[in-house]
């Protein structure tokens, strides 16, 4: 299996400008969770998935920040405008049913916003 | 809302050193946790899990865990470290059933050779 598949591995982009990361998790896995990591604030969860319908969006900061899941392969989270306070890596990860409750991650996609 | 602490930030130690990094939550029922590795430029990795049964849990590379839930403690040890054990070590939790995972600050292990 491949595992989790996230791109761009890095995107550099100037403030205000719009950012779409995307992720394909594993086949078969029915959950799929969005997180950002930083030296602040640690791992948060911005929103996750189950049989692509969104579940739990309370962790998404603001408006800026959407996500979306068009079919069980493939999920994208885009921020428009960005600002520097974005930059962080951005970790996608799937996961199964009980009873193995378990997350499989992706590599992240390290974003700097100047 | 549920919460997990974990005490320290950058544990130093030199090969064959006994491990210990502590971890505390906050959650008001059944809960699942795990721990899991980051090393460094990597994703992260399970290293293991407690959803119910013996309270000492055993994963990967000689890690082992126990839940002590009169602590709501699930602190994680190894005898013996390794060089290749310096990573960053993240603690985390579930309700029972449910599949959010809240997380740790983490801590990051240097392992001196």
């Known amino acids: 299996d491949a595992g989790v598949i996230q791109s761009p591995r890095h995107e550099v982009t100037e403030m205000g400008q719009e950012v779409t990361l995307r992720c394909k998790p594993i086949s078969g896995h029915d959950y799929l969770f969005w997180y950002r990591q930083t030296m602040m604030r640690g791992l948060e969860l911005l929103i996750y998935f189950n049989n692509n319908v969104p579940i739990d969006d309370s962790g998404m900061p603001e408006d800026r920040f959407s996500a979306k899941m068009p079919n069980a392969s493939f999920s994208t989270l885009k921020i428009q405008p960005s600002e520097p306070r974005d930059s962080a890596v951005y970790f996608c990860?799937?996961?199964?049913?009980?009873?193995?409750?378990?997350?499989?991650f992706g590599p992240g996609t390290r974003l700097t916003v100047l | 809302a549920q919460s997990v602490s974990q005490h320290n930030h950058h544990v130093i130690l030199s090969e064959a050193a006994s491990l210990e990094l502590g971890c505390n939550y906050s959650?008001?029922?059944?809960?699942?946790l795990f721990w899991y590795v980051q090393y460094p430029g990597q994703h992260l990795q399970l290293l293991l899990k407690?959803?119910?049964?013996?309270?000492l849990v055993k994963g990967i590379k000689g890690f082992e865990a126990e839940f002590i839930k009169s602590k709501f403690s699930f602190n994680l040890r190894k005898p013996s470290v390794q060089w290749s054990d310096t990573a960053e070590y993240f603690c985390?939790?579930?309700?029972?059933?449910?599949?959010?995972?809240?997380f740790g600050k983490g801590t990051k292990l240097s392992v001196i050779p």
């Open positions: 407690y959803f119910s049964g013996d309270p």
């Open positions: 985390a939790v579930s309700g029972a059933g449910s599949y959010q995972l809240t």
């Open positions: 990860a799937s996961g199964r049913q009980e009873p193995y409750n378990e997350q499989f």
């Open positions: 959650y008001g029922g059944t809960v699942n």
